[in-house]
């Protein structure tokens, strides 16, 4: 399987329409053109067993779960119409893919992390 390269828009040379501006549309990207390829390997804490592969599909599937747990906890309500800053979100978890997780939907909710 060939993997796929998308054109990242930085703004210093020619945006392209098709192009990726920010981490959630990566994500997205990489869930549709690379759904296989591995994101990520996490270690299972205390476990001598294989660690965990993280495809980019199931990246994408995460971020939107999160999403919608955010959402419905009260955690965040994201960035309203017309908002410039909405709440931040103060994010305390250990050092696995979670915390990646939370900040990318997070980011794609349209609320500032801060993590601790």
């Not at 703004?11 to 994101?39: C, M, Q, R, T, W």
């Not at 990520?40 to 592969?53: E, F, I, K, M, W």
């Not at 779960?65 to 965040?76: A, D, E, F, Y």
């Amino acid at each position: 399987m060939v993997f796929r390269r998308p054109h990242l828009n930085l703004g210093y040379i020619p945006d392209k329409p098709e192009g990726v501006n920010g981490l959630p549309e990566l994500i997205e990207f990489n869930a549709i053109h690379n759904p296989d390829s591995i994101f990520c390997v996490q270690a299972r804490a205390g476990d001598h067993s294989t660690p965990c592969q993280i495809t980019f599909a199931q990246l994408q599937v995460a971020v939107e779960r999160c999403c919608v747990w955010l959402l419905t906890s009260g955690s965040t309500n994201g960035r309203k119409e017309g908002e410039i800053y909405p709440a931040p979100v103060g994010i305390l978890l250990g050092s696995d893919i979670t915390i990646f997780i939370y900040m990318a939907a997070l980011v794609r909710l349209g609320t500032p992390v801060s993590t601790e």
